[in-house]
């Protein structure tokens, strides 16, 4: 099967711009979920997504982060504005639980940000 | 709030030596999954346990799930070059739809 597919793969911007990353699950994966992995750390979950509605978000700075599904398939993760520490690979995977609970998580490639 | 802590954070050893990675969770996991990631990659599904007392392999690698549902361990006899990188679990709590992960121990072979 294809697997989690991200883009872009490696972002640079400026302070204060605004990015936005794309992810693509496999499919028939019910459930999708962002990351932010800041370097040497485990990942941290931005929003978890059950179809295309939101599960859990409580760790997302909403007021320059958002995120989407459309139709339950593809998502974006926006950020606007963008800080310094933004700085980080974003990681988007998906599973096919529907709860989530007892399917392993498919990760894609990531994308690596880096905010100057 | 609810967190696994994973220790250590580093293990430096010498090819062919052990390594074990272990982590606790403050509460009961309705199941815990292990992921690997290496060197410039993204996390990679190793295994998942769920009863208590679950003891899994995978070659040369033990996974097993504590009688209490808390906590667990990865075991890799005879480490490899290949087997480097970051060692991460990740359990799903009883109450609520949340993973949470550990920070990960990063294995590191000797030169």
């Known amino acids: 099967e294809a697997g989690v597919a991200q883009s872009p793969r490696y972002k640079i911007i400026e302070k204060r711009q605004s990015v936005a990353f794309w992810c693509n699950p496999i499919s028939g994966h019910a459930t999708l979920y962002w990351y932010q992995q800041i370097l040497g750390q485990g990942p941290k979950l931005l929003i978890q997504f059950q179809n295309n509605g939101v599960v859990d978000d409580s760790q997302l700075p909403k007021d320059r982060f958002s995120a989407e599904r459309l139709k339950g398939v593809d998502s974006t993760l926006k950020i606007q504005p963008a800080k310094l520490e933004d700085s980080a690979v974003y990681l988007c995977?998906?599973?096919?639980?529907?709860?989530?609970?007892?399917?392993?998580?498919?990760f894609g490639n990531g994308t690596r940000l880096t905010v100057t | 709030g609810q967190q696994v802590m994973q220790i250590p954070q580093y293990q430096h050893v010498q090819e062919g030596e052990d390594f074990t990675t272990y982590c606790n969770s403050s509460?009961?996991?309705?199941?815990i999954q292990w992921y690997k990631q290496r060197p410039g990659g993204h996390p990679v599904f190793l295994i998942q346990?769920?009863?208590s007392g679950e003891v899994k392999k995978q070659k040369r690698l033990t996974f097993q799930f504590g009688e209490a549902k808390k906590n667990s361990s990865l075991h890799i006899t005879a480490t490899q070059t290949t087997d480097v990188g970051t060692y991460f679990c990740?359990?799903?709590?009883?109450?609520?739809?949340?993973?949470?992960w550990g920070a990960g121990t990063k294995l590191i072979i000797k030169p």
């Open positions: 346990l769920v009863k």
């Open positions: 995977a998906s599973s096919l639980d529907g709860q989530g609970r007892n399917s392993p998580l498919h």
């Open positions: 509460t009961t996991l309705s199941n």
């Open positions: 990740a359990g799903y709590m009883d109450s609520n739809y949340q993973l949470i």
